[in-house]
């Protein structure tokens, strides 16, 4: 079935580490996005990319990293300059145009030890 | 930030209609409005989407107002699996503005 696949769904860190969270749909969309979600509040966006090798910092970038190498793969990097990063994190795609629907993934809650 | 403003909350009978209201009254000829909604830890999904006429689906109806400074998400018989936070989103239909924002939402209540 075509859909968005996010890993891992829980994950556990320690102060100081980086880490990544895997995003991967196999709905031949062009865009794709990361949203953060802290308890109670609503998405705000991290990062986008329109197309492959291209992408958009949202309003809270400051501390993430990601890479568009591949249409079908957006990683995320929650790197250690990410002064909160205890969070629940959620991947999208949509198809590049104007009416497309955002498909979201169930989303990668980390928490930072 | 968010283009759109909503309550924060609203509350329903189950089994009656629901209006759920977005202002955007900053909203250009270009912009789409869509609505998501978002059920307890999961993903939010997609529910409907409209430009300038009324829209019905399986889900939901979609009113918008003749200036489209507004507009209002109908459920018309509320369930208790209604029960989410609904999310009012603008998206324009121009490539190169791909940003999709959302704001804090309307997290509505569905009493039995």
């Known amino acids: 079935d075509g859909g968005i696949t996010q890993s891992p769904k829980y994950l556990f860190r320690k102060e100081g580490q980086n880490v990544t969270l895997s995003c991967e749909q196999n709905l031949n969309h062009d865009a794709m996005y990361w949203y953060r979600q802290d308890p109670g509040q609503g998405l705000r966006l991290i990062y986008y990319s329109q197309i492959v090798n291209d992408f958009q910092k949202g309003d809270i970038a400051e501390g993430y990293s990601v890479s568009r190498e591949k249409k079908e793969s957006f990683p995320l990097t929650v790197t250690s300059a990410q002064k909160n990063p205890t969070a629940f994190y959620l991947c999208a795609s949509s198809q590049g145009k104007y009416t497309g629907e955002l498909f979201f993934g169930e989303g990668s809650r980390l928490t930072v030890l | 930030d968010a283009k759109t403003t909503q309550p924060n909350s609203m509350e329903s009978n189950e089994e009656e209609p629901v209006h759920l209201p977005c202002n955007h009254s900053t909203i250009s000829g270009t912009d789409y409005i869509h609505w998501y909604r978002q059920l307890p830890s999961q993903g939010p999904e997609y529910v409907i989407h409209?430009?300038?006429s009324n829209v019905n689906n399986r889900m939901a109806s979609l009113a918008i107002a003749e200036d489209r400074k507004s507009s209002t998400l109908i459920l018309h018989r509320a369930t208790l699996r209604d029960a989410a936070v609904y999310y009012c989103i603008l998206r324009d239909q121009g490539y190169n503005n791909n940003d999709m924002r959302f704001g804090a939402g309307t997290r509505l209540t569905v009493k039995p």
């Open positions: 409209g430009l300038t």
